[in-house]
């Protein structure tokens, strides 16, 4: 039990923590894809060896939203897209996880639509991501604090409830000159009440590539540590990322692809 503990523990460590930073990866992909007029794009993975429909974007100008149809064996249940809601210079401003399916309204269920949204405020030196249930409730709130170079030195995430706010967790990076790697430190004070120092390289995409340190749970210490796979990145003429590929013992595998339709 202790062990499915701790793996829960540092799986939902490492998943907070590339929810932060895919925020600033997906709005800096956004606004390229804006930039340069796309008007649609499909994502496909690699799966079981074959190559499948992963995810499909199309830009309605007009009403500056992207519109995302998720085709993942893993979405959510009930879900049908999710609207994303760009200002004047490509940035987030809403993200709108749209659903249809059973809701208990008064004492029995009925087949509607619903969704959850979250408010993305990008300034300067901050973005704070304001998440609402379906009733329009806030339900929680993120501020992540920017260094003059936009990279991450603090966030702080809340949780919203009925007379009472709770600050639920707190991380802390410090980058080195380069910005090729950080130290780590997170603090969640809900449960599983933890602790995690350590040290994360990053590659020159700017994705995680590997973390060195540790997990303290209940005074106990276990290791945290981790590697990803190397990765090799290709971009189109215009900047946009349209392969990956992964790198085992030298040999290069396709393990996604992007088809960007201008």
């Known amino acids: 039990m202790k062990n499915i503990i701790t793996f829960i523990a540092i799986f939902f460590s490492i998943l907070s923590f590339s929810q932060t930073n895919d925020i600033i990866q997906f709005n800096d992909c956004i606004k390229r894809l804006i930039a340069t007029n796309f008007k649609s794009m499909e994502i496909i993975v690699s799966k079981n060896g074959s190559l499948v429909l992963d995810k499909k974007y199309m830009y309605e100008k007009i009403n500056n ?3 995302i149809y998720d085709y993942s064996a893993n979405k959510k249940e009930n879900f049908l897209q999710t609207n994303v809601k760009i200002d004047a210079n490509g940035n987030i401003t ?4 749209i659903f249809k399916g059973n809701v208990l309204e008064g004492d029995k269920f009925i087949i509607k639509q619903y969704e959850l949204k979250k408010k993305v405020l990008i300034d300067k030196d901050n973005i704070q991501i304001t ?3 379906s009733k329009n409730e806030i339900i929680s709130k993120e501020i992540i604090l920017l260094d003059n170079k936009r990279k991450k030195v603090e966030s702080i995430l809340s949780f919203y409830m009925p007379n009472d706010i709770l600050i639920s967790e707190i991380e802390k990076f410090k980058w080195n000159s380069d910005g090729t790697a950080y130290d780590y430190e997170k603090l969640q004070f809900s ?4 602790k995690v120092i350590g040290r994360y390289e990053i590659n020159k995409y ?11 749970i209940n005074n106990t210490q276990e290791d945290a540590s981790f590697n990803f796979d190397k990765k090799i990145k290709k971009f189109d003429s215009k900047g946009n990322l349209v392969q990956v590929y992964k790198i085992d013992n030298k040999v290069q595998t396709l393990i996604e692809e992007r088809k960007i339709i201008y």
């Open 65 to 67: 939203e992207i519109i």
């Open 94 to 97: 809403e993200l709108r996880d």
């Open 131 to 133: 998440s609402y249930n």
């Open 206 to 216: 700017g994705d995680i590539e590997s973390f060195k340190g540790n997990l303290f």
């Open 191 to 194: 449960y599983p009440k933890q």
